[in-house]
């Protein structure tokens, strides 16, 4: 049913059959077929629940059976991969509920339909048609008082909920300390409040970042003394009244750690410590979390942060350079083996028996320790499986990318390669009519290059003991199920399908396009070419004429 969704799709917008569409794009030369390569051929059959129950089941399953789970952040990337692998492998969860705001004019319900036409849900679509009856939206806002909860939902939360998955934070960095604060520190204490209410708990995960105290070189899974009280920060930012003071402030309270986003999530980290008291409360740690490795299809995302938005940047031949240490160790996971993670902590959180000398149990998911990839080297395996495979139609120039860590060389070739020629480009469009827009992406292209400078040139050295403990004790049934072993993921496997599934997922590009858009490559590598030698040309001569005059 999913595949045929997915073709019907394809013939909106080509007028050629999926099987011609096959036929030019998998070749001697590109023998792979995008969509096999990716998963979206190799859905399971779809199963009733009766029949599920006549397979083995796994502890971690059975802990999930019957169980109510409300979802905090479930709009956001890892709460969508959240609510369809819980959907998917324990289906028989008792509900979901979703907390979700209205926004834009649309209602909650409306919110909640717009979630599963993402494609990330086209094999939960397929293998649990009927999924969609167990989950329900309630209405409310992460950043108000009470989650902006009606008493009635409330109460219904308060009596039904087993376990709560809190996910929900702003994650922009340079976001205004109020907003921060009210939506990663409140929110979190709205959370926790909720949580004493209810009856039936087992476990309440609070994802925090692996990032949360970025201010020490070596990070474990323990708590750290927070930047300030939370209580202090809290009075002085909502009883403040001029948004442009508590700006100018910002820099002097966040000092040491790089942006509102940490900061504010230190803070929490600190709240959930001394008000979650009694409660069967984790904390759950990823550092840069990325597209799916492997489930529900290969190379699902759905934003442009870190280094996934440089690659699409970098493909569509509008990066072509970054301020950056790319010697450094990059801490990347990719989601299905964070939600994973995820998922299964709750579980061992549940038999964790909370006391009020206890802290919660803190998993810090990380790559670095078990499984390092440098930057460099991330970039050079997604390039090797990436071009010229799956260019996308809309590049707007050949591959061409000089990261540099230092900060004067950046400057000068961020002038050379983006600011001049964005400009150059953009009053030829104005000339022809058409809208300019390279200048203003490079102009945020610069802004998120210094929001992220502090991550891209540093290195941490992260512990993950309590994690690789929750591997060692799943039973095998578990770990085919609920994969998260990092030691294990390879990065050449993840690199194979990376890029078709930005392509697909991320910028929206359909297979129609591709052979159309490898044609459009071996023209811009050509241009290119041309390009570089006369440059070359124009350097020598001038090079020589210096020469020349330094002698006369």
């Known amino acids: 049913m999913a595949l045929d969704l997915h073709r019907k799709n394809e013939f909106k917008k080509s007028k050629k059959s999926y099987d011609e569409i096959i036929k030019e794009i998998v070749t001697d030369d590109f023998p792979l077929n995008p969509l096999q390569l990716v998963g979206e051929l ?25 169980t109510s789970i409300f979802i905090t952040g479930g709009t956001g990337f890892m709460g969508k991969m959240l609510i369809e692998k819980l959907s998917r492998s324990c289906p028989h969860l008792k509900h979901i509920y979703l907390l979700i705001r209205n926004k834009k004019g649309k209602d909650v319900n409306e919110r909640i339909d717009a979630i599963f036409d993402d494609r990330l849900f086209m094999r939960l679509k397929h293998e649990r048609p009927k999924f969609y009856h167990k989950i329900s939206a309630i209405a409310g806002d992460a950043s108000l008082p009470g989650l902006g909860i009606s008493p009635r939902d409330r109460q219904t939360l308060a009596e039904n909920v087993n376990i709560v998955f809190h996910a929900a934070a702003t994650i922009r960095f340079d976001e205004h300390i109020r907003t921060a604060i009210n939506i990663n520190v409140l929110g979190t204490r709205e959370i926790i409040n909720l949580a004493k209410e209810m009856t039936k708990l087992k476990a309440c995960m609070y994802v925090s970042t692996a990032y949360a105290n970025c201010v020490h070189s070596k990070i474990e899974e323990k708590f750290y003394e927070a930047p300030y009280n939370y209580n202090g920060v809290i009075s002085l930012v909502t009883s403040a009244n001029n948004d442009k003071k508590l700006e100018d402030i910002t820099p002097s309270l966040t000092a040491g750690w790089p ?49 996934i938005g440089m690659i699409v940047g970098v493909g569509a031949g509008v990066l072509h350079t970054h301020h950056c240490d790319v010697t450094k160790v990059v801490d990347l996971v990719p989601v299905d083996l964070v939600v994973n993670a995820l998922i299964c902590s709750a579980y061992k959180v549940s038999k964790t028996t909370p006391t009020i000398e206890s802290n919660p149990p803190i998993f810090n998911y990380v790559s670095s320790k078990q499984n390092p990839i440098s930057l460099e080297n991330f970039f050079a395996v997604i390039k090797k499986y990436g071009l010229p495979n799956w260019p996308t139609i809309n ?13 004067y060389l950046y400057s000068l070739l961020f002038l050379l390669f983006h600011t001049i020629p964005g400009y150059f480009l953009d009053f030829l469009c104005q000339i022809t009519g058409r809208k300019p827009m390279l200048t203003n992406i490079y102009k945020k292209m610069k802004k998120a290059n210094a929001a992220l400078s502090f991550f891209a040139n540093n290195q941490w050295e992260f512990i993950d003991n309590n994690t690789s403990t929750l591997w060692k004790e799943m039973s095998e049934l578990d770990k085919k199920i609920f994969f998260f072993d990092i030691k294990e993921m390879s990065w050449d496997y993840y690199a194979r399908a990376c890029a078709i599934g930005l392509r697909l997922y991320l910028v929206k590009d359909d297979i129609h396009t591709i052979k159309n858009a490898r044609i459009k490559w071996e023209k811009l590598r050509k241009a290119h070419l041309i390009l570089k030698t006369i440059m070359a040309i124009v350097f020598i001569r001038i090079c020589w004429l210096i020469v020349t005059m330094c002698f006369n």
């Open 259 to 307: 942006n509102t986003y940490t900061f504010t999530k230190a803070l929490a980290e600190d709240l959930a410590k001394h008000e979650a008291v009694g409660l069967p409360l984790g904390i759950f740690r990823p550092s840069v979390v990325i597209s799916t490795y492997n489930e529900p299809v290969r190379g699902w995302i759905d934003n442009v942060y870190g280094p």
């Open 42 to 66: 190799s859905f399971d059959n779809p199963l009733t629940l009766e029949e599920t129950d006549k397979l083995p089941r796994s502890d971690v399953q059975e802990f999930y059976r019957d």
């Open 395 to 407: 590049a707007v120039w050949y591959y061409s990318f000089m990261p540099t860590n230092n900060p």
